[in-house]
C-alpha cells in the first residue's frame, strides 16, 4: 500500500533542511507502515520543555537548526508506539537517505554513527545500542522517533 504525507506533516516539515525533507518524503513512498511528522523545527521554548520534562536529553538539539524530525508511526489512524514499527520506519529512512545520498542518525541506535553505512537492519542497530549501553552499566535513551541529519556543514 502507498502512504502519502498529510498536509499537516507537510506543514511540521517547513523550515526543516530540504535534504531532510527529500528523505522523508521518499522514506514514506518506500515504508510499509504509514507515518506521519510530529516535529521539525523546535523553538529553544519547545525544546527547553522536553528538555525539563526528560524526553531530550540536550538543550543543543538537532531540530533547532531544521537539522532533525521526529515521526510517529500510524496503524489506520491510531499513532503506534510500538518499537517494531519504528525499526521498520527506519530500515525505509534508511533507504531513502542511502538513494537521496544524504547521512542519517537515529535515535533508538545513537552507537551508529550512521544509520546508511550500517549493514543490518534498524532493528540490529537499535539492540546492538542497547547491549553496548548496558555493558557500560548505562540505561540507553531510546528516542526511535527521531532522525537527524549528520555531517552537516
Given at each position: 500500500m502507498a502512504f502519502k504525507l498529510s498536509k499537516r506533516s507537510l506543514?511540521?516539515?517547513e523550515g526543516v533542511k530540504p535534504e531532510l525533507v527529500e528523505v522523508v518524503k521518499r522514506a514514506i513512498e518506500l515504508t510499509t507502515i504509514d507515518f506521519?511528522?510530529?516535529?521539525g523545527v523546535r523553538t529553544e521554548k519547545r525544546q527547553k520543555e522536553l528538555f525539563d520534562k526528560g524526553a531530550s536529553k540536550t538543550m543543543n538539539s538537532k531540530h533547532l537548526g531544521g537539522n532533525a524530525v521526529d515521526l510517529v508511526a500510524y496503524i489506520g489512524s491510531k499513532v503506534c508506539w510500538e518499537l517494531d514499527m519504528y525499526d521498520n520506519l527506519a530500515d525505509a529512512m534508511k533507504q531513502s537517505a542511502i538513494e537521496k545520498g544524504v547521512r542519517i542518525k537515529w535515535g533508538a541506535a545513537w552507537s551508529v554513527d550512521c544509520l546508511n553505512?550500517?549493514?543490518?537492519?534498524?532493528?540490529?542497530?537499535?539492540?546492538?545500542y542497547v547491549d553496548l549501553r548496558r555493558s557500560q552499566g548505562r540505561r540507553p535513551f531510546i528516542d526511535a522517533p527521531h532522525f537527524e541529519l549528520i555531517d552537516i556543514t
Open positions: 506543514g511540521r516539515l506521519g511528522v510530529t516535529e553505512d550500517w549493514n543490518e537492519t534498524a532493528e540490529d542497530a537499535m539492540n546492538a
